[in-house]
């Protein structure tokens, strides 16, 4: 089974960009979806953004929709997510995922793998 460490999150002002890594370790890390989630303090654990495994296009959430992508090199094992124009509502732990699911869904139930999380902070 896959297993998923984050790095990168960080205190940032708003208007700012920060990019978050994921180290993959495991075999067959290419047969794996891989995605973001955030969670903020008393709110549930939402979706961010996915990608699909092979050459399918990666999806997003709509409050990050043009601001943050996700990207995966399989040769390194890593999945990176590189966000622009954060604000303060952006401020969350962002958690790394994993699936072997073929279909994909934006719930939390539905992903198998989870990293410990990186706390990003958005100050106004």
């Known amino acids: 089974q896959v297993q998923l460490v984050e790095s990168g999150g960080e205190l940032v002002q708003t208007g700012g960009s920060l990019r978050l890594s994921c180290q993959a370790s495991?075999?067959?890390?290419?047969?794996?979806?891989v995605g973001w989630f955030r969670q903020a303090p008393g709110k549930e654990r939402e979706f961010v953004a996915a990608?699909?495994?092979?050459?399918?296009?990666?999806f997003y959430a709509d409050s990050v929709e043009g601001r943050f992508t996700i990207s995966r090199d399989n040769a390194r094992n890593t999945v990176t997510l590189q966000m622009i124009n954060l604000n303060p509502e952006d401020t969350a732990v962002y958690y790394c995922?994993?699936?072997?699911?073929?279909?994909?869904?934006?719930?939390?139930?539905?992903?198998?793998?989870w990293g410990q999380g990186t706390q990003v902070t958005v100050s106004s």
């Open positions: 495991g075999p067959a890390f290419r047969v794996y979806a």
């Open positions: 990608k699909p495994r092979g050459n399918d296009s990666p």
């Open positions: 995922a994993a699936t072997q699911r073929v279909f994909l869904s934006r719930s939390r139930g539905d992903w198998d793998y």
